[in-house]
């Protein structure tokens, strides 16, 4: 089982990145998929995340408007879309997924989640 995070990179401030991460080894249906991310010092954040079926989506408030997660089933893949990038934004970004099918509980914090990927770097420059 595992998620592999790409798509990271070094973006101008208002630019834009696409995040992907693709999920092997497990019915990726079966799984609430979530972003969060970890800039140096700190702890690790919510971003987004979506239920099993994409039923539900989640964002931080700090990102509400500028970012957008989906998913692609066919793919095994779970996406990141973030526009008008800004410096304070500048992390490492994982994504991480728990087996939660047929509900619309979906969680914020890390703990909720059981399987993470290794995460993706996102640098913004001024």
């Known amino acids: 089982v595992q998620l592999q995070a790409s798509g990271g990179g070094l973006v101008q401030t208002g630019g834009s990145l696409r995040l992907h991460c693709e999920a092997s080894?497990?019915?990726?249906?079966?799984?609430?998929m979530g972003w969060f991310r970890q800039a140096p010092g700190k702890e690790r954040e919510f971003v987004a995340a979506?239920?099993?079926?994409?039923?539900?989506?989640l964002y931080a408030d700090s990102v509400k408007g500028r970012v957008t997660i989906s998913r692609d089933d066919a793919k095994n893949t779970v996406y990141l879309q973030m526009n008008s990038l800004k410096p304070e934004k500048t992390a490492v970004y994982y994504c991480?997924?728990?087996?939660?099918?047929?509900?619309?509980?979906?969680?914020?914090?890390?703990?909720?989640?059981?399987?993470w990927g290794q995460g993706t770097q996102v640098t913004v420059s001024s």
């Open positions: 979506t239920t099993w079926n994409d039923g539900k989506r």
């Open positions: 991480a997924g728990r087996r939660s099918p047929y509900t619309l509980a979906l969680g914020t914090t890390a703990m909720w989640y059981d399987l």
């Open positions: 080894g497990l019915i990726f249906t079966n799984y609430a």
